[in-house]
Protein backbone atom coordinates (compact mmCIF):
# COMPACT_ATOMS: atom_id res chain seq x y z
CA UNK A 1 0.00 0.00 0.00
CA UNK A 2 1.19 3.76 -1.02
CA UNK A 3 1.67 5.89 2.18
CA UNK A 4 0.52 9.00 1.64
CA UNK A 5 2.21 12.26 1.40
CA UNK A 6 1.11 13.37 4.69
CA UNK A 7 2.13 10.28 6.54
CA UNK A 8 5.81 9.69 4.97
CA UNK A 9 6.72 13.76 6.11
CA UNK A 10 4.89 12.73 9.61
CA UNK A 11 7.74 9.91 9.59
CA UNK A 12 10.52 11.39 8.80
CA UNK A 13 9.21 14.13 11.35
CA UNK A 14 9.19 11.93 14.01
CA UNK A 15 12.30 9.84 12.98
CA UNK A 16 14.09 13.85 12.98
CA UNK A 17 12.35 14.50 16.30
CA UNK A 18 14.16 11.08 17.65
CA UNK A 19 17.53 11.37 16.20
CA UNK A 20 17.54 14.83 17.85
CA UNK A 21 16.42 13.84 21.16
CA UNK A 22 19.04 11.38 20.97
CA UNK A 23 22.00 13.82 20.03
CA UNK A 24 20.42 16.13 23.04
CA UNK A 25 20.57 13.37 25.72
CA UNK A 26 24.23 12.44 24.48
CA UNK A 27 25.23 15.94 24.56
CA UNK A 28 23.39 15.89 28.35
CA UNK A 29 25.56 12.78 29.51
CA UNK A 30 28.98 13.51 27.43
CA UNK A 31 31.97 13.31 29.82
CA UNK A 32 32.56 16.89 30.03
CA UNK A 33 29.08 17.73 31.34
CA UNK A 34 28.77 15.08 33.77
CA UNK A 35 32.23 16.03 35.38
CA UNK A 36 30.80 19.96 35.29
CA UNK A 37 27.73 18.33 37.45
CA UNK A 38 29.71 16.69 39.85
CA UNK A 39 31.92 19.84 40.46
CA UNK A 40 28.45 22.01 40.72
CA UNK A 41 27.50 19.62 43.37
CA UNK A 42 30.70 19.57 45.28
CA UNK A 43 30.63 23.19 45.37
CA UNK A 44 27.34 23.57 46.38
CA UNK A 45 28.09 21.43 49.56
CA UNK A 46 31.06 24.19 49.85
CA UNK A 47 33.80 22.40 48.64
CA UNK A 48 36.10 25.70 47.26
CA UNK A 49 38.50 23.47 45.61
CA UNK A 50 35.45 22.52 42.85
CA UNK A 51 34.52 25.88 42.82
CA UNK A 52 37.91 26.76 41.98
CA UNK A 53 37.85 24.07 38.99
CA UNK A 54 34.98 25.67 37.78
CA UNK A 55 36.37 29.09 37.82
CA UNK A 56 39.44 28.33 35.73
CA UNK A 57 37.14 26.38 33.39
CA UNK A 58 34.83 29.34 32.90
CA UNK A 59 37.00 32.59 32.99
CA UNK A 60 37.90 33.05 30.27
CA UNK A 61 34.50 33.58 28.44
CA UNK A 62 33.32 35.12 31.21
CA UNK A 63 35.50 37.98 30.72
CA UNK A 64 35.92 38.34 27.04
CA UNK A 65 32.01 38.79 27.14
CA UNK A 66 32.48 41.68 30.21
CA UNK A 67 35.61 42.91 27.81
CA UNK A 68 33.53 43.28 24.90
CA UNK A 69 30.48 44.66 26.75
CA UNK A 70 32.91 47.77 28.81
CA UNK A 71 35.58 47.99 26.41
CA UNK A 72 37.57 47.80 29.93
CA UNK A 73 39.88 45.31 30.55
CA UNK A 74 40.50 46.73 34.08
CA UNK A 75 36.37 47.00 35.08
CA UNK A 76 36.22 43.91 32.94
CA UNK A 77 38.36 42.13 35.70
CA UNK A 78 36.52 43.50 38.54
CA UNK A 79 33.45 42.65 36.99
CA UNK A 80 34.89 39.13 35.94
CA UNK A 81 35.49 38.90 40.08
CA UNK A 82 32.18 40.20 41.16
CA UNK A 83 30.53 37.55 38.90
CA UNK A 84 32.00 34.72 40.42
CA UNK A 85 31.62 35.81 43.72
CA UNK A 86 28.21 36.56 43.25
CA UNK A 87 27.55 32.60 41.38
CA UNK A 88 29.41 31.48 44.04
CA UNK A 89 26.74 33.07 46.92
CA UNK A 90 23.55 32.20 45.15
CA UNK A 91 25.23 28.76 44.26
CA UNK A 92 22.49 27.30 46.25
CA UNK A 93 19.70 28.37 43.79
CA UNK A 94 21.11 26.60 40.97
CA UNK A 95 18.87 23.77 40.29
CA UNK A 96 20.61 22.47 37.03
CA UNK A 97 17.66 23.52 34.88
CA UNK A 98 20.43 24.89 32.16
CA UNK A 99 24.26 24.68 32.11
CA UNK A 100 26.07 26.24 34.86
CA UNK A 101 27.93 28.18 32.40
CA UNK A 102 24.29 29.39 30.92
CA UNK A 103 23.51 30.39 34.47
CA UNK A 104 26.49 32.21 35.43
CA UNK A 105 27.03 33.91 31.59
CA UNK A 106 23.58 35.60 32.44
CA UNK A 107 25.38 36.73 36.17
CA UNK A 108 28.13 38.20 34.28
CA UNK A 109 26.14 40.31 31.94
CA UNK A 110 23.72 41.16 34.47
CA UNK A 111 26.68 42.54 36.54
CA UNK A 112 28.24 44.62 33.18
CA UNK A 113 24.59 45.98 32.21
CA UNK A 114 24.36 46.85 35.95
CA UNK A 115 27.60 48.90 35.31
CA UNK A 116 26.98 49.94 32.31
CA UNK A 117 23.39 52.20 32.96
CA UNK A 118 25.65 53.95 35.65
CA UNK A 119 27.70 55.30 32.75
CA UNK A 120 26.01 58.53 31.21
CA UNK A 121 27.53 58.36 27.93
CA UNK A 122 25.98 54.63 27.65
CA UNK A 123 22.44 55.54 28.08
CA UNK A 124 23.21 58.42 25.70
CA UNK A 125 23.96 55.75 23.13
CA UNK A 126 20.85 54.05 23.33
CA UNK A 127 18.94 56.57 22.05
CA UNK A 128 18.81 55.24 18.54
CA UNK A 129 18.39 59.20 17.37
CA UNK A 130 22.29 58.56 18.23
CA UNK A 131 23.11 55.80 16.63
CA UNK A 132 25.19 57.17 13.11
CA UNK A 133 23.80 55.40 9.87
CA UNK A 134 27.84 55.73 8.38
CA UNK A 135 30.70 56.39 10.28
CA UNK A 136 32.91 53.73 9.59
CA UNK A 137 35.82 54.20 6.66
CA UNK A 138 37.66 50.75 5.18
CA UNK A 139 41.37 50.43 6.20
CA UNK A 140 43.82 49.41 4.01
CA UNK A 141 46.97 49.38 6.64
CA UNK A 142 45.37 46.08 8.76
CA UNK A 143 43.30 43.43 8.78
CA UNK A 144 40.23 44.02 11.08
CA UNK A 145 38.65 41.29 12.05
CA UNK A 146 35.15 40.81 13.73
CA UNK A 147 35.75 41.37 17.59
CA UNK A 148 37.72 44.74 16.29
CA UNK A 149 34.55 45.57 14.33
CA UNK A 150 32.22 44.94 17.49
CA UNK A 151 34.58 46.56 19.92
CA UNK A 152 34.10 49.65 17.26
CA UNK A 153 30.11 49.70 17.41
CA UNK A 154 28.49 52.35 19.16
CA UNK A 155 28.25 51.27 23.00
CA UNK A 156 24.31 51.01 22.43
CA UNK A 157 24.35 49.10 19.14
CA UNK A 158 27.40 47.08 20.81
CA UNK A 159 25.49 46.16 23.40
CA UNK A 160 22.12 45.02 21.93
CA UNK A 161 24.53 42.65 19.25
CA UNK A 162 26.38 40.88 21.98
CA UNK A 163 23.37 40.18 23.77
CA UNK A 164 21.40 39.25 20.79
CA UNK A 165 24.03 37.37 18.76
CA UNK A 166 26.15 36.13 20.57
CA UNK A 167 24.78 35.79 24.47
CA UNK A 168 21.27 34.43 22.67
CA UNK A 169 18.84 37.11 24.19
CA UNK A 170 15.31 38.48 22.75
CA UNK A 171 14.38 41.63 22.22
CA UNK A 172 12.04 41.49 24.92
CA UNK A 173 14.73 40.67 27.82
CA UNK A 174 17.14 43.30 25.93
CA UNK A 175 14.66 45.67 26.37
CA UNK A 176 13.89 45.21 30.10
CA UNK A 177 17.51 44.84 30.75
CA UNK A 178 18.32 47.78 29.17
CA UNK A 179 15.18 49.71 29.97
CA UNK A 180 14.33 50.56 26.37
CA UNK A 181 11.39 49.83 24.17
CA UNK A 182 11.51 46.52 22.42
CA UNK A 183 11.55 48.13 18.76
CA UNK A 184 14.43 50.06 20.23
CA UNK A 185 16.52 46.72 20.68
CA UNK A 186 15.00 45.67 17.26
CA UNK A 187 16.41 49.10 15.72
CA UNK A 188 19.99 48.83 17.22
CA UNK A 189 20.21 45.40 16.13
CA UNK A 190 19.77 46.57 12.35
CA UNK A 191 22.15 49.04 12.79
CA UNK A 192 25.22 47.15 14.52
CA UNK A 193 24.61 44.43 11.54
CA UNK A 194 24.74 47.58 9.04
CA UNK A 195 27.91 48.99 10.66
CA UNK A 196 29.45 45.92 11.19
CA UNK A 197 29.08 45.04 7.41
CA UNK A 198 30.41 48.10 6.21
CA UNK A 199 33.23 47.49 8.61
CA UNK A 200 33.66 44.16 7.49
CA UNK A 201 32.99 44.16 3.86
CA UNK A 202 30.88 40.88 1.92
CA UNK A 203 33.26 38.76 3.42
CA UNK A 204 31.69 38.48 6.54
CA UNK A 205 28.47 36.80 4.88
CA UNK A 206 31.42 33.80 4.05
CA UNK A 207 33.27 33.33 7.62
CA UNK A 208 31.70 31.39 10.18
CA UNK A 209 30.30 33.88 11.61
CA UNK A 210 27.28 34.70 9.62
CA UNK A 211 24.87 35.35 11.94
CA UNK A 212 25.41 39.01 12.31
Known amino acids: MRQSRETIQFNKNFILKGFRDLVSEAE????????????????????????????KMHVGRVFAL???????????????????????????SFRGDSAFGSWLYRIATNRALSYLRKQKPFLNSLDIDDVPETGYR??????????????????GARAVFILYSLEGYTHLEISKQLGIAEGSSKA????????????LGEGINHSGTSSV
Open 66 to 92: CVRLCKDRDMAEDLTQEAFVQAWRKLS
Open 138 to 155: ETTDEQIGLERAIADLPD
Open 188 to 199: QLHRARQLLKQR
Open 28 to 55: RLSPAVVAEKLLVERAQDNDYGAYEQLY
